[in-house]
């Protein structure tokens, strides 16, 4: 979008407040330097999110900045039109010169106004635009930045399928047997906590170990009498990003 006041020669253009892909491309690079450094994850996220959170509020300032000085120099125009036609109707020493004079310049001042306040709003729509399109930025980025996270532990930390099945476990009382739904890259690990996983259920006696292609790495369910327990890492991250983009929608 873009406007201009002619008679002040002023001109707003929208583009110079978008956030645009080269603004990312340096949280992109940290998000691949994430996997490299486990140790400073959750700084790097932290970091993140405050930095973007930066440059959003640098492009709004910059937006309620501009809106305002385009009032200011209308108002000042609109008083100097005003002032030049009372001086031009008083040379003419004539009472129907001072009328006219003084009536056209505020006509006109009146339109300089007019058209300023257009810009501002037009202005202020912008930015309402650009924080929701800022805060669809941040949520997409931060999930990305999860989920190469996740991959890493996933690929790194057997303890984490040991997590799951100890928190699908949890939910599954009154059950004396179950079947355990491994992929096939889990299964060895599954196998090998066993003991480990009977040793903390209390009610479990029997637990069947399978392994399931259909299942990604990190993935868990657990089949009872009464149903089923998805423990997946995978489950929980989307339950996650759905929640996130059911809250966008809704502004």
Known sequence: MSRVLKSTQVIIDKSAYKLTSSDFIKHEKKIESISKNEKSEDRNIKDLYKEIEEIKNSKLLEAEKEAERIINDAYEKAKQIIQNAREEGYEKGFEEGVREGFEKGKKRADEIISEALNIKEEVMKFKENFIVDIERDVVDLVIKTIEKILNKKIKEDYDIIYGLIKAGLEKCAFTDSLV????????????????????????????????????????????????????????????????????????
Do not use: H, M
């Open 180 to 251: 355990l739904r491994v992929s096939p890259d889990d299964y060895e690990f599954a196998l090998e906590v066993k003991d480990k996983i009977l040793a903390l259920s209390e009610n479990v006696t029997d637990i069947i170990i399978k392994q399931d292609k259909s299942l990604s790495k990190g993935s868990c369910i657990i089949d009872t009498s009464s149903g089923s327990v998805d423990s997946s890492i995978w489950t929980q991250f989307n339950q996650i990003k759905n929640t996130f983009e059911e809250i966008l929608k809704g502004e």
